[in-house]
């Protein structure tokens, strides 16, 4: 693949394409979590956060907005936005979550996330929202990297647990 941009279509996800998003999803955690963490952590987790059970249940929550990232027909990367009240922290109606933003590792440096983070801002803009914010572990130095170059800052931390550790997540946030 070559490493310029990509031409990448966004879309809400549909309920068939669940079983697409689970499989995107988890391979993109893998890739992400897998170094640096406990495998039994990472595996506890995924069964937890990613299994398909768990993500169609988000999925019918009215207040979460899953849109997928597409190659062609081919989804490699996504975005899961919360309202209130299914924001997992902060629960300020004038804010919106990015409660996940993966990409899977192939198309990263492509495009792909930062298109994702900027339908997430104009999302919240469309709905009068005064700030975007979302949580990122804190050694996700490529991830914060990343958001800090589009804008958004740290502004307060989190206790995460992730199996049988507690780790540390940044809330990032940037305001209109």
Known sequence: MPTDKIDLTITPLKKKELPKLVNVAREAFLQAF???????????????????SQIAKEFQEAASHFYVGKLEDTIIGYTKINEVPAQTDIHDPVSLE???????EEYLGKGVGKKL?????????????????????????????????NGLRIFDSHPFPF??????????RIDF
């Open 34 to 52: 897998t170094e640096g963490n406990k495998p039994e952590n990472v595996s506890a987790y995924l069964d937890e956060a990613f299994a398909y």
């Open 163 to 172: 199996g049988d550790e507690m780790q540390t997540d940044y809330l990032m």
């Open 98 to 104: 990015i409660a996940r933003l993966y990409v899977l």
């Open 117 to 149: 983070l900027d339908f997430g801002i104009d999302f919240a803009k469309e709905k009068g929202k005064k700030y975007l914010w979302l949580g990122v572990w804190e050694h996700n130095a490529r991830a914060i990297r990343f958001y800090e170059k």
